[in-house]
């Protein structure tokens, strides 16, 4: 079961794109673009969270998690990667690489999991957080001497930190 039902739509620049829409916010399915997913924020205040390819392989409760994350930035107001209407993927990947090397990053990204983990509940939250655990502990493995090792080393970092967050921030 996929948790998405997408349609077919012209974006302004004539492009065929995937279109949808989860709990109120419209969602676009980028195939150019190598993450799961962000949020990204227009000059006018709107906003749509946009998916990639590897979205597609998660599970469906991993899926929401994806999905209830990015509403969680924008519940939180996270406003900070702002971009014009004429967004590209790569766009969004430079402004979130940049932020995340700056160290902003973290406490926005713990409180758009626990909005998630509020959501569909801490069990679920940390299934998700350890599956992207493994997922880079995979590539870390298969990409030894590639050029993204910093970078991939510097997400499991942060995931080991959104993880340990989670735990001791829902503690029954
Ligand atoms: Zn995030």
């Known amino acids: 079961m996929t948790l998405l039902q997408f349609q077919l739509k012209?974006?302004?620049?004539?492009?065929l794109i995937?279109?949808?829409?989860?709990r109120g916010y419209t969602v676009i399915q980028d195939p150019k673009f190598d993450m799961e997913a962000a949020l990204a924020n227009f000059e006018?205040?709107?906003c749509c969270i946009i998916i990639g390819d590897s979205f597609e392989k998660c599970s469906a409760d991993i899926q929401e998690f994806i999905?209830?994350?990015e509403i969680g930035h924008s519940e939180c107001q996270h406003k900070s990667s702002t971009?014009?209407?004429?967004?590209s993927s790569q766009q969004v990947m430079d402004i979130y690489t940049e932020e995340r090397l700056a160290?902003?990053?973290?406490q926005s990204e713990f409180e758009a999991d626990e909005y998630a983990a509020i959501v569909m509940g801490r069990e679920v939250a940390l299934k998700a957080l350890e599956y992207f655990h493994q997922k880079y502990q995979f590539m870390q493995r298969s990409y030894k001497n590639h050029s993204n090792t910093n970078q991939i080393e510097f997400v499991l970092n942060e995931l080991e930190k959104r993880i340990a967050n989670i735990k001791s921030?829902?503690?029954n």
């Open 10 to 15: 012209r974006d302004q620049a004539g492009n």
């Open 18 to 22: 995937k279109v949808t829409n989860y």
């Open 44 to 46: 006018d205040g709107s």
């Open 67 to 69: 999905l209830l994350h």
């Open 83 to 87: 971009m014009g209407a004429g967004y």
């Open 103 to 106: 160290g902003k990053h973290l």
């Open 169 to 171: 921030n829902f503690e």
